[in-house]
C-alpha cells in the first residue's frame, strides 16, 4: 500500500498515481482512490487504513472478480459513522490480530487472498465479522448498477412476471 502526502497533491494527480501503482491508495487525510476505475472515497470518522481493510475483507467474504471495488466502497461506506466507529476499530484490531499470527504485520498487507481467508476464518465467530458480513448481503447486491453483471434484470412483477421474460436465460447459473 502506498501512503502520500496529499499537501499539494490535486485529487486528478492522486487518482493518476493509484491508478499507475495499481494499488489502493490511502492518503492520510481521509481519502482512498482505487486503480479500476477514476473513483474515490472520503473517510470523515474511522481512519483511511481502516477503510481500506473493509474493502479488503468486503471483497475477500464476497469475492467476484468482475465487480469493480467502487461497488464494494459503496456498501461499506456505512461504517463511516461515529456509532460504528468503536466497532470497526476493535474488529479491525482482532483481524490484524489474527494476520500476526500467521506471520503478516496486519491484514492489509497480506498478499494471498488464500491467507486472509484464513484470517476471516478466525475472526468469523466474531460480532464484528457477523455485522460486515450481513450487512454486505444488502449493501452490495441491492446496488442496481451490478445487477447486469450478474445476469439479474431487477424485479419482475410490475412487467408482468418473469414466466414470460425469460426466467431461464441465466447462463451464468
Known amino acids: 500500500m502506498t501512503k502520500i502526502d496529499r499537501k499539494g497533491l490535486t485529487r ?3 487518482l493518476g498515481r493509484a ?3 495499481g494499488a489502493l491508495t490511502v492518503s492520510g487525510a481521509g481519502f482512498i482512490a482505487a486503480p479500476d476505475a ?3 472515497l472520503e473517510v470523515s470518522v474511522i481512519t483511511p487504513e481502516q477503510m481500506a481493510t473493509l474493502l479488503q ?4 467474504i464476497y469475492p467476484h472478480d468482475q465487480v469493480g471495488d467502487r461497488f464494494y466502497a459503496v456498501a461499506v461506506k456505512g461504517y463511516d459513522a461515529e456509532g460504528a466507529k468503536e466497532m470497526v476499530a476493535a474488529g479491525i484490531s482482532e483481524l490484524n490480530a489474527a494476520a500476526q499470527a500467521i506471520g503478516h504485520p ?3 498487507s497480506i498478499g494471498w487472498e488464500e491467507d486472509r481467508v484464513k484470517v476471516l476464518e478466525a475472526v468469523e465467530a466474531t460480532a464484528f465479522f457477523q455485522t460486515v458480513r450481513a450487512g454486505l448481503v444488502t449493501g452490495l447486491y441491492n446496488q442496481k448498477n451490478i445487477w447486469p ?3 439479474y434484470q431487477g424485479e419482475s412483477y410490475s412487467q408482468g412476471g418473469y414466466i414470460d421474460r425469460g426466467f431461464d436465460d441465466i447462463d451464468w447459473l
Open 106 to 108: 496486519d491484514y492489509l
Open 149 to 151: 453483471i450478474f445476469g
Open 57 to 60: 475483507m468486503a471483497r475477500d
Open 38 to 40: 477514476a473513483w474515490a
Open 12 to 14: 486528478r494527480a492522486l
Open 19 to 21: 491508478i499507475a501503482a
